[in-house]
């Protein structure tokens, strides 16, 4: 089981390394999920079973606009994909059902 998970930025500009735990805490893993990225403002990191999670993440906000991006992981969080980014800015709401049905929309 998954716990504590929390995501970091190193640095203005820098790189988003998620931090888990996979034995309640005794031992802590890291992985690179993204590098270089903008300054973070939402993050969300969930897994669905074992091996498949999710991370959004949204920065670089210029007025009524920021870009966001869905990271997936198929081996428990030890490596992320970046998944197609449409590039529209106004992001709505992202619905993981499975790590085969998801669900973005956009403003």
Not at 41 to 53: A, I, M, Q, S, Y
Not at 90 to 106: D, G, P
């Amino acid at each position: 089981m998954k716990i504590a998970i929390f995501l970091k930025e190193i640095e203005l500009h820098s790189y988003i390394v998620l931090i888990y735990s996979n034995d309640q805490g005794k031992t802590w893993e890291e992985s690179l999920v993204t590098e270089p990225f903008p300054v973070m403002r939402f993050r969300k990191v969930d897994f669905l079973n074992e091996n498949f999670g999710y991370i959004i993440i949204s920065g670089d906000r210029t007025m009524s606009q920021e870009a966001s991006h869905v990271f997936l992981t198929h081996v428990g969080g030890k490596s992320w994909e970046e998944t197609n980014n449409s590039g529209v800015t106004r992001l709505i709401s992202i619905e993981v059902f499975n790590a085969k049905v998801t669900r973005t929309t956009y403003h």
